[in-house]
């Protein structure tokens, strides 16, 4: 598997200057190139909003899943083809996930590299447990793994409610990063909530971690019309940890939310004792 240099952003294994097809570096160019994706559709109203707040500061280009793919998180499709088709509105959609749309838009549909890319606006939050599911959250986490700079945004209520507040939002966070050099240095991974809000209700960012929510409701059963049982996932469970700190407890203040994202699992705090229990039980094993 290719690594990234954190330093030049390179997924190759040497300086992007040398052996990279992509564009140049930010610094070199005088307009910014964003990348769009989402996991709603390409048709999704949240997109549509992102792309038209996005369009004034920036070259934007949108490569979307074909359908709704919510829930897919970091999926690839591998053994069937994907095809890539242009909307109307110059949108690209693509039949597979959100991580296939990013994945292919970077490694070969767009023929430069992008200086961010942004994933949403998602409709409804994407906070604690919902970013390990969430194709929002994979779609911007595709980006990151290639070593460029993304965000996944998510609008805290369904609906579309105040869409233009959001994306209004999104639009002048992304033009103060790169007013202070924050696009186009290092990969970075954040995951944005936006209260549904009028624009001038919207409270200022707040950094925090991520809350945890109780487990799943039961799954929903059902019996098709060829008395054969259907099984529905159930919904997301409440917020069981929304302590001041969390994305949780920030969205209810009202706040724009954003946590800092990372891809490694390790659990390292218990490195030590998993070894030292592994080799105890090497040993009583009798190996």
Known sequence: MTRFCPQCGSNRGACPEATSPYNGRLNNRSRMKILISND????????????????????????????????KSNA?????????NRAENG????????????????????????????SGINNGANMGDDTLYSGTVGAAMEGYLFGIPAIAVS????????????????????????????IGTRPWLLNVNIPNLPLDQIKPPKVCRLGRRHAAEPVITQVDPRGQTMYWIGAAGAAM???????????????????????????????????????????????
């Not at 709603?40 to 707040?53: P, Q, T």
């Not at 949108?91 to 070969?108: K, S």
């Not at 800092?260 to 009798?286: I, N, Y």
Request: hydrophobic letters at 45%.
């Open 155 to 182: 609008q805290i209520d369904k609906g579309w409610a105040h869409l233009d507040a959001a994306a209004s939002t999104v639009a002048r966070m992304v033009q103060q990063m790169m007013d202070q050099s924050l």
């Open 241 to 287: 940890d929304d302590s001041a700190g969390t994305d949780f407890h920030a969205a209810d203040l009202g706040h724009v939310v954003v946590t800092p994202l990372k891809v490694d699992l390790t659990e390292h705090d218990h490195l030590q004792a998993w070894s030292q229990t592994c080799a105890r039980l090497w040993q009583q094993d009798g190996a």
């Open 76 to 84: 690839l499709t591998l053994h069937t083809p994907l095809y890539v």
């Open 91 to 118: 949108f690209r959609y693509v039949n597979g996930t959100p991580a296939d749309c990013v994945h292919i838009a970077l490694t070969g549909l767009l023929g430069y590299r992008p200086d961010l890319v942004i």
């Open 40 to 71: 709603d559709g390409f048709r999704a109203d949240g997109i549509v909003a992102l792309h038209a707040a996005l369009q004034a500061i920036a070259d934007v280009e949108v490569v979307a899943p074909e359908h709704n793919n919510s829930a």
